[in-house]
């Protein structure tokens, strides 16, 4: 798995309204683009994404971060979502100032 060390922004923070991206969600789309490898060897499509959120605060729900950060993955690599037909998703409760994710792309 692929890990990046930056706190997930959750879905709530990430758009206002219907679909307007918020600023906080722009600050990070630009700094995750810079954090993700400039390649990844991806297998044909249909893909299966794992996702491991490693969250500071208990109250954060399991699935707020994944769409944000999955279009961002999706952005940098060329990936149109719909070709993503699985899932897996975990939560580890991380120390504030630890917060990461990490990725794997896979077929499915």
């Known amino acids: 798995m692929i890990k ?9 923070e990430a758009f206002q309204g219907r679909k307007f991206k918020t600023p906080k969600y722009k ?9 993700l ?4 060897t ?17 109250l954060s729900d399991w699935d707020n971060p994944i769409k944000p950060t999955q ?3 999706c952005k940098k690599y060329g990936i149109n979502d719909k ?3 699985e899932g897996n998703v975990k939560k580890i409760k991380v120390k504030k100032g ?3 994710f990490r990725f794997k792309i896979d077929s499915a």
Do not use: M
Request: proline letters at 12%; hydrophobic letters at 40%; glycine letters at 2%.
């Open 4 to 12: 990046i060390c930056i706190k997930p922004l959750s879905v709530n």
């Open 83 to 85: 070709l993503i037909s």
């Open 98 to 100: 630890e917060e990461y």
């Open 37 to 40: 490898p400039s390649k990844i």
């Open 27 to 35: 600050a990070y789309e630009k700094h995750t683009l810079l954090l």
């Open 42 to 58: 991806l297998p044909p499509p249909p893909y299966r994404i794992d996702f491991e959120f490693g969250l500071s605060s208990s």
């Open 71 to 73: 279009d961002i993955i």
